[in-house]
């Protein structure tokens, strides 16, 4: 077995040191080291993208990122995408247009929706399927997913508008 | 809230329901967007240990020896279980609620014994420290295998000169064992009428072979099982199941404890679709957690999971159907023969008795064949063997109906099956709704707007599927707040915590946001059957039902006591109690005076209905093909359902959606790939290519209710029957589109081009 490291990183705002062995993958360390369970493993070889968390505010499949790449950088799970009590908008749309079945792909999906509406705040449904095609969802069969993810945008949008009058 | 529920009622409306046909959010919502909610494999008991299985890499072999000695004296690992470490239950079946179960099987299935049936068949399993420990140390348990000839296909294992699986199974052929082993675990038939003279009667005979692949339910997590075997005799067992008490019964007679010492906490579950029925790490996890005293933890990778779980058969089968110059059914005949995996049990049985049952037919005759293969263990999955069936079924009838020059949905309703059809199998229909579903396709938006287009197509295909009923408990409590603490044994794999609490919440006139509900352990609730056959928004949801009538009855009960009179002149309505001169208390007053005075209220539902109504669907699809790659596109996709009731119409909407979905990828991509040796070459997501949400439009629901008599709120099984018109349909469309019949699933590129290839072959002038 080889010797742990130690690793200096940022998760949901917060820094941390963590103690891995190289061979482990992010996935592994957030699920099994630090009990941050929402990031769900449904494959590990990066197909089914459950577990995909954003690293310097890029998606990534942590299953097929190794702890150690994570020192330095800044990371965001499903854990930290609520904030201060309140969930995002992303994941009110999700609950409100039921697009979620069993659940185990929702925060994939939540993380991977992020990411899309940071690039382009306004994506067509035929933009929103490109991007989500990485995300696999077995109960749904995807329609209120996008659809949730379309709401989200909107509801964005509309937070960013109310929030431009405040200012 | 009730204007934004107002806002939100579904169209059919339901003006003598408050709650009934709203769309609440669910109850464990916010947990699963927020990544609290704990799923199977996100519990960590203190000390827990991590189990890693080895598995055959041979299709079929011998086991002449098992070493684990080396795997043993690694350091961190602290056990290794074998077949020997189980008890052997005895060559008997039993009742797991779905479907009985050979428990020698089941146990040959969890651990091999003697011998291993297909690739990826549990051979031991080592506890350790870590995960990789464990890992490393399962790759040095030494096991001598004795190789032998494979066969994987079912028609191929259907031949006498085929390699045999087991020496012991004899074909019990119509009823009666015979005496000479052979792969055919089963041959069944059930007959109707008089088949020759209905034949005889017919204009028009259509007859067609047809092949699908085995497909797996493709659920995204994988399977799980922590175990805690405390020294007193009492096993805890933590994982995602759609039946935590089926787990309770397989656990306790595989490691030979009763039933009372097991204890199963189900876990928030990651899709089952009828593939977490069985067990398969549970009661290694129980073993193992007893040789080592701490808790233990296995999860299943992803190709395991293709290898050694799930999938549903595939099949050979053969239809045959005459009808007469007026287009009605006069006679019909199927052979089904399924791959039942390693040991003998496919869903063939429900097959059969789906392949006709959208219709009236008169004259039939159906032969089932139960056939072991090397593959896997099929499971159920989503309807399952009615989706195969009707693959067969519905492109044959497309057949039919451009030879009688008749609009596809006109035959089916001119021959829909009705109250008081009786099936080729026997049971005679109650009230259901094929007939009206297939006029909902009909009269859709979408079969109305011509389809134009190079290489485009529309098809359309109905499917049926049971609803079934089983045991079901709920307890609730009503607290001073007016509110209720509902407890039920269905574990929820899609919102049916909600629309079990909907039926409780529309029962007492309360909101359903004033419901909470909890699925608990099996030590905590009464018998609850599987999360399966449709049932549980049907027979949970009326054990719910039966709860809150007991309630009504003690809080009518405390009423009369309040204001000194007879029960018999008080009523439960409108959420509270009324009485003579205007006497009046809602439940919220009531619930608050409970509190002060005399006993708690607890309301108790415990059931096991019969009155359980088919389901039915229809489906209409264009599609747009290819010519040069046989790539099929799905433009337009409506789905109609009779669905009774729909307690939370945008639950139903899903499941008819995911339901489609599953059978588009059924139709187009999945497949089983083994090559000679008996090898899956594509055990992963990348390889075996579940549909994305790239591939796809959106899905058409069209809610049709027509009220099912035998549930107090009308429901019908809704989950499963979405799966299985979609093949079909799309066969049918394909054919529309480039002029090639489709008897082969999937309808994947390549095979789709050869189709059409040889089309092109057979039409052009040979020089």
Redesign the interface.
């Known amino acids: 077995m080889a010797k742990k490291r130690v690793v200096s990183t940022t998760i949901n705002g917060k820094s941390i040191e963590l103690l891995c062995e190289p061979r482990q993958t992010l996935l592994e360390v957030l699920r099994d080291n630090l009990d941050l369970t929402g990031t769900k493993e449904g494959c590990s070889n990066g197909n089914c993208g459950a577990c995909t968390v954003l690293m310097n505010g890029r998606p990534v499949v942590s299953c097929l990122v190794l702890a150690m790449e994570a020192e330095g950088a800044s990371l965001e799970t499903i854990e930290g995408v609520a904030q201060g009590g309140d969930l995002d908008p992303i994941q009110q749309a999700f609950l409100e247009n039921a697009a979620l079945q069993c659940g185990i792909c929702t925060p994939g999906f939540i993380m991977s929706t992020k990411a899309l509406l940071t690039e382009n705040p306004n994506p067509t449904e035929q933009e929103a399927r490109f991007y989500l095609a990485g995300n696999l969802c077995r109960c749904t069969g995807y329609d209120k997913i996008i659809r949730a993810v379309l709401d989200s945008a909107q509801r964005r949008q509309a937070a960013l508008a109310a929030e431009r009058q405040h200012s | 809230m009730a204007t934004a529920n107002n806002d939100l009622r579904h169209t059919n409306g339901h003006a003598k329901y408050k709650v009934i046909g709203t769309?609440p959010?669910?109850h464990?919502?916010?947990d699963?967007?927020?990544?609290?909610?704990?799923?199977g494999?996100?519990i960590?008991p203190s000390g827990m240990l991590y189990g890693v299985v080895l598995r055959s890499p041979h299709a079929h072999a011998r086991i002449r020896s098992i070493d684990t000695s080396k795997a043993a004296s690694t350091p961190g690992v602290r056990a290794i279980v074998t077949n020997k470490d189980l008890l052997d239950p005895g060559n008997r079946m039993v009742e797991l609620g779905e479907g009985a179960v050979n428990l020698r099987h089941l146990n040959h299935n969890v651990l091999a014994a003697d011998k291993v049936y297909y690739r990826g068949h549990a051979v031991a399993c080592v506890a350790a420290d870590s995960?990789?420990?464990a890992e490393q140390a399962a790759a040095l348990i030494c096991v001598d295998y004795e190789v032998l000839p494979c066969v994987t296909d079912v028609q191929a294992a259907m031949d006498p000169k085929a390699p045999l699986l087991h020496a012991d199974l004899f074909t019990e052929e119509l009823g009666k064992i015979g005496t000479k082993p052979s792969n055919i675990a089963k041959h069944f038939r059930f007959e109707k009428g008089d088949v020759a003279a209905g034949f005889s009667k017919a204009k028009f005979v259509v007859e067609r072979e047809f092949k699908t692949s085995t497909v797996h339910?493709?659920?995204?997590?994988?399977h799980n099982a922590t175990a805690l075997w405390n020294p007193d005799g009492h096993i805890t067992v933590w994982c995602s199941t759609q039946g935590s008490f089926t787990v309770r019964q397989q656990v306790a007679e595989l490691v030979g404890v009763p039933i009372s010492h097991v204890k199963v906490v189900p876990m928030?579950?990651?899709?089952?679709?009828g593939g977490k029925i069985r067990v398969y790490l549970e009661p290694i996890a129980a073993v193992l957690s007893r040789k080592t005293g701490a808790p233990v933890k296995v999860?299943m990778?992803?190709a395991d999971v293709f290898e050694a779980t799930g999938p549903t058969p595939g099949s050979y089968m053969k239809v045959k159907l005459g009808v007469d110059a007026a287009g009605l059914i006069t006679a019909g005949e199927a052979q089904i023969a399924f791959e039942a995996g390693g040991f003998p049990g496919s869903p063939v049985g429900a097959a059969a008795m789906c392949v006709f049952a959208c219709y009236e037919v008169p004259n039939g005759k159906i032969d089932g064949y139960d056939v072991v293969v090397n593959r896997p263990q099929m499971s159920a999955y989503r309807a399952p063997g009615a989706t195969q069936a009707a693959f067969a079924m519905e492109t044959v009838i497309d057949e039919v109906c451009e030879q009688l020059q008749i609009d596809p949905l006109e035959f089916r309703l001119k021959n829909a099956a009705k109250e008081g059809t009786r099936r080729v199998d026997g049971p005679v229909f109650p009230r259901i709704g094929m007939y009206e579903a297939t006029l909902a396709a009909r009269d859709s938006a979408h079969y109305k707007t011509p389809l134009t287009g190079k290489h485009r197509g529309r098809g359309v295909a109905s499917g049926f599927w049971f609803n079934i009923g089983l045991k079901s408990c709920c307890t609730a409590t009503v607290n001073a707040d007016g509110s209720v603490s509902l407890v039920e044994g269905s574990t929820d794999?899609?919102?049916s915590r909600t629309s079990i609490a909907m039926q409780l919440a529309e029962t007492l006139g309360i909101r359903a946001e004033d419901v909470v509900p909890a699925v608990v352990d099996t030590d905590s609730v009464g018998y609850t059957d599987v999360t399966g056959g449709s049932r549980v928004t049907f027979a949970t949801g009326w054990a719910a039902y039966e709860a809150a009538r007991d309630i009504q009855r003690q809080l009518i009960n405390r009423a009369a006591q309040i204001w000194e009179r007879k029960t018999e002149e008080l009523t439960y309505q409108d959420g509270g109690v009324s009485g003579p001169n205007g006497l009046r208390m809602t439940f919220q007053e009531l619930a608050a005076e409970v509190q002060k005075h005399g006993e708690p209220v607890v309301g108790r539902g415990a059931v096991d209905p019969e009155g359980c109504g088919g389901a039915f669907a229809t489906h209409v699809v264009d599609v747009e093909v290819d010519a040069e790659t046989g790539k099929v596109e799905i433009l337009r996709y409506t789905a109609t359902q009779d669905v009774g009731t729909a307690i939370h119409p945008?639950?139903v909407?899903?499941?008819i959606?995911?339901?489609?979905?599953?059978g588009i990828g059924w139709a187009l991509n999945e497949e089983y790939f083994y090559d000679a040796q008996g090898v899956m070459r594509n055990s992963?997501?990348?390889d075996y290519r579940?549909?994305?949400?790239?591939d796809?439009p959106?899905?058409d629901p069209v809610i049709v209710e027509v009220p099912n008599p035998g549930h107090p709120y009308g429901v019908r099984g809704v989950g499963e029957v979405p799966i299985v018109p979609p093949p079909a349909a799309i066969a049918n469309a394909i054919y529309r589109a480039v002029g090639v019949r489709m008897q082969e699933l999937p309808m994947s590129p390549p095979r789709v081009l050869k189709q059409i290839l040889a089309a092109i072959h057979t039409s052009s002038p040979r020089h």
Not at chain 2, 657 to 662: D, H, K
Not at chain 2, 690 to 694: E, G, K, N, Q, W
């Open positions: 769309r959010v669910r464990d919502g916010v699963k967007v927020t990544g609290r909610a704990r799923y494999a996100d960590h995960i990789h420990i339910q493709g659920y995204i997590e994988p928030e579950i990651g899709g089952g679709f999860v990778s992803r794999i899609g919102g945008s639950y909407e899903g499941q959606q995911g339901g489609a979905v599953q992963t997501f990348l579940m549909p994305t949400a790239l796809l959106m899905i």
